[in-house]
Each structure stands twice: as structure tokens, then as C-alpha cells.
């Protein structure tokens, strides 16, 4: 009996040791640690948070899901230090994580950071790595094809801007808010150019369409609303019918 007891706590220390050691669990550690650091928003407490995550990457560099998960993560916490070397750093780290979702984050990342500091170049090379490498990921392509548009614009590429839009609209036809969202830059577009009437147009043609393509869905109602919101801002008179 004593050796069967013996035994038996062998198994939980030796089952306790292992649970200490795995490597999600030591993510899931790390996470805590951060999110109490975060909300103390003490400097300190986020640095050190900052090292585990920085500590588990380099213990696990030879599991690249698990060191880029932990890149990501120490990424946004040298972001929120303000080490903005450091943060780019482990963003570019990340990016190459076979997860694609630890890879769609870390790039959508590096594009925010560089848009901050006005490097578009850089921001543009990011964003298009995301729509090619990441398309499984759907929101983020969708989102990180907006982002293209919007600085394109900025750029006065009013031509590389419509194409991107249109590409949300055709590629993720399936997404109703980025759909309103690119349909909403294309009219401003228009309307900037002074063309008025081609601006309604589109709006009613893809207006139209989102509306059967959704009618009877869980998002008919956001749909309607962001529609209308969007054709208020614009000034059309969704009563009134382009001849």
C-alpha cells in the first residue's frame, strides 16, 4: 500500500514538473503575468512581463509556433514601453510564425507602427505580405486591403485606392462590414472628384446587392443601419431614385 501511495505521488510531481515545463503553459503563465502588469501600468511590472514572454521565445526557439507567439506578445509590450526598435524587433520575429493568425497579427503590427512614423513604404510592404501570405484569415486580409486603399489615398494613388476597395468588395463579398467600409472610401472618392451623380450610383448599385446578399442573415439589421448611416454622411436621399 505504502508503495502504491509512494508511486502515486511520483506520478503528480512528475505530472506537475511536466505541466510547469510545457510550453503553452508557460504562454499561459506569461499572460497573466502581463495582463496583471497592464493593469497596474507600472513600467516596471510591463518589462518584466516583457522578459517572459522574451524568455519562453529563446527557450523554445526550435518550436517556431511557440517562440512566435511569444514574439508577438513581447512585441505589444515594448509597444506599450514605447521601445519602438524592440518592438519591430519581435514583430518581424513573429511574422514568420507558421500560424498564420500569429502571422496576420504580427504583420498588421509592423504596418501600424510604420504608418505612425509615416515609413508608407514600409507599411505598404507589410500590408501586402498579409494580403499574399495570410489568406486564410480573412478579416485580416479584408482589413489590411482598407489599409492599402487609405494610403493610397493619402498618397494621391486615387487609381490604386479604387482597386484595392474593389478588391475587398470582390474578394470578401462575404464580410458585410468591410464591404460597407470600402463601399464608403469609393463614394467619398467621388464625391471628392465631384462627381455626384456616379457617387450615388455606386451607392445604390452595391447597396442593393449587400442587401440581397445578406437579406434574411444575423447581419441584415447592422447592415441596414450601417447603409443608412453611410448615405446620411454622403447627403443622398435613399428615397429619392437616380434616373
Known sequence: MKSRILWCLVALLATGVVAQDSPDMELRAARKQAAAAIAQKGREAIGAARKVYEGVAERHAALPAIAGRARLEAGRLAERMREMPAAEAH?????QC????VAADALGELAALCQRVERRDDAEKWLKQLVERCGEEE?????????LGDIARQRSRPDDAGQWYRRVM????GLWRPCVDALEEMVEMQLDSGDRDSARKLYD???LSLRARFSGSSAEKRLDVALGRLAARAKFDIGAKVG
Not at 98 to 101: A, N
Not at 170 to 173: A, R, S
Open 91 to 95: 514583430f518581424t520575429a513573429a511574422a
Open 98 to 101: 507558421p500560424e498564420v493568425k
Open 139 to 147: 478579416m485580416d486580409c479584408a482589413n489590411a486591403m482598407l489599409r
Open 170 to 173: 470582390n474578394e470578401h463579398g
Open 205 to 207: 448599385g452595391h447597396a
